[in-house]
């Protein structure tokens, strides 16, 4: 059974950057698609970046775009969110999650789920 734990949330003020880390608890993490989601109070969970396993493929919601980036280091079994030029419409609950095949925005999909950190960018 795939771990997933995030770390790297906290509180920053706008403009501000953060780098969230996704562990995975399996040295096979490279194998599987993984995600990044965000949940903000009273909104739907959505999804914002994701990287393939196989081609390690990237994409990004339009709402990050240019400001985010993802990465993966497989010897370090370990997927990235880089998170630069904060905004205060940016602060949310952040999950990392993984799935095998290829990569998804559909959260349904995702078997994986870590407990999620939560970021605050303050004005």
């Known amino acids: 059974q795939l771990q997933l734990v995030e770390s790297g949330g906290g509180l920053v003020q706008s403009g501000g950057s953060l780098r969230l880390s996704c562990a995975g608890s399996?040295?096979?993490?490279?194998?599987?698609?993984v995600a990044w989601f965000r949940q903000a109070p009273g909104k739907e969970r959505e999804g914002i970046s994701c990287?393939?396993?196989?081609?390690?493929?990237?994409y990004y919601a339009d709402s990050v775009k240019g400001r985010f980036t993802i990465s993966r280091d497989n010897a370090k079994n370990t997927v990235y969110l880089q998170m630069n030029s904060l905004k205060p419409e940016d602060t949310a609950v952040y999950y990392c999650?993984?799935?095998?095949?290829?990569?998804?925005?559909?959260?349904?999909?995702?078997?994986?789920w870590g407990q999620g950190t939560q970021v605050t960018v303050s004005s």
């Open positions: 999650a993984a799935k095998t095949g290829v990569s998804s925005w559909l959260s349904y999909e995702y078997n994986y």
């Open positions: 399996r040295n096979t993490l490279d194998y599987y698609a």
């Open positions: 990287i393939g396993g196989s081609n390690g493929k990237t």
